[in-house]
DNA sequence: CGGTATCCATCATGATACTG
DNA sequence: CAGTATCATGATGGATACCG
């Protein structure tokens, strides 16, 4: 979230959902509230630190509500508020196109 | 484009659109092709070597095409192909959740 | 007009180790 | 279990100057 004022909605709502992990976060909560390690299991390539760091940005922005239990084990949920839901709705279409193209997009070459 | 394998469409989506410049260049030659000048300007706050960059690597992707008139003065046209114009589909829902929540977005405290 | 080439500052991400 | 702290690296972006 780096500016304060927006040319387009499009513009908007890249800075919110923006970076590698938002998106993903977003999807991996839409059925269900998961523990921080569930989270971290069902995110393959994410670290400890990003995943805090993204969930903690998106606690601010309001997408995601965050609950502790106070227990042994300690045992903190993450959710989606109705306007996470209403972000993930809008990148349903984003996604079905990434994978009715993940062939062609993995086989862009690198570098 | 870093990855070569994805988990899920949403994953390659956002590999292939991410940053902060791609969606707002598809969104911009959506209409009609553009000059790199007129590009340009019409992207507020873009410099010209990110927009160059940028370029460069969404025709790699096949988003873009680029079409060069040997005339003086020179004369470059850059519009979508197929490929971009079903991404720039799939990002419209995104487009418009951001712009009904732009007020939202905006007031969402930064740092 | 439509770029290219450098240099440099800052930010995003990653690896590893440690804690209540 | 759910994080924090620290350091390193690489990507991103801005400024400036130059070229066919």
Redesign the interface.
Known sequence: ??K?????????????????WK??IL?ALHREPLRFGELRRSI?GISEKMLIQQLREME???LVHREVHRQVPPKVEYSLTE?GR??N??????????????A???A???D
Chains 1, 2 share one sequence.
Do not use: Q
Not at 4 to 17: E, I, M, P, S
Not at 89 to 102: F, K, Q, S, V
């Open positions: 979230m780096k304060r004022t927006y040319n387009c909605g499009l513009d908007a709502a890249v800075d919110v959902v923006g970076g590698k998106a993903l999807w393959s601010v922005y309001g306007f209403s972000l709705e809008a990148l349903i279409p984003l996604g079905d196109w990434g994978h009715r193209h993940m062609t997009i993995e862009i070459p690198r």
